[in-house]
């Protein structure tokens, strides 16, 4: 997601859809690890969002255009196809075809009663990138799309989660979703709007 050391992630962000933009980038497929919200949703399942819940504070979702952006369609909808077609039959666990994102500022995880609140809202999953990469892709004219890998229960629901399955997850994990990804990658249509 463009994570630099001592660069805040907004500004590595901007940075990396700037140079997206200025490379002509036209389709961006993002991955990452999630918290489940929806009680369905057990870690290792995989989730491609249809939309999302920004409850961020970020400010820096822009790298300099002056116009409003218009999320009716936030994601990619060939994109999103493309991912949950690539996805189907993967070993790590069930696919979730449609989904809703919630962001969070983060370097912490999110308390109970805020999982409770995200739950009411109709989220499923809570993460932290999904934003302001969709404005930023959607800022340079881009198709974007996200597939993620539940890791760990979002705090009260379920079971509180565990740092062994973390762990386990990202090491064994991290290859067959690698993967998955680099399939869609091979059938991305370039040529759809």
């Not at 198709?143 to 090491?171: H, M, Q, S």
Request: aromatic share 10%; charged share 25%; net charge negative.
């Amino acid at each position: 997601h463009g994570r630099i050391p001592s660069i805040p992630w907004g500004e590595a962000s901007r940075r990396l859809f700037w140079v997206f933009r200025e490379a002509g980038v036209q389709k961006i497929i993002a991955e990452g690890g999630v918290g489940s919200v929806n009680r369905l949703l057990d870690p290792r399942d995989i989730v491609v969002p249809d939309d999302y819940i920004d409850f961020s504070m970020r400010r820096d979702t822009s790298i300099g255009e002056e116009h409003l952006l218009v999320m009716r369609q936030p994601i990619c909808p060939s994109l999103r196809l493309t991912l949950v077609e690539a996805a189907a039959g993967s070993p790590s666990g069930r696919v979730f075809s449609r989904g809703v994102y919630l962001v969070t500022d983060g370097r912490h995880f999110e308390s109970p009663a805020e999982v409770a609140l995200f739950r009411q809202w109709g989220a499923d999953v809570v993460g932290q990138s999904l934003c302001p990469e969709v404005y930023l892709a959607r800022e340079i004219g881009a198709c974007y799309a996200g597939i993620y890998l539940v890791v760990n229960y979002g705090e009260g629901t379920v079971k509180p989660w565990e740092y062994r399955v973390l762990k386990d997850i990202f090491f064994e994990d991290a290859v067959p979703f690698g993967s998955i990804i680099m399939q869609a990658l091979e059938s991305v249509n370039l040529e759809a709007e």
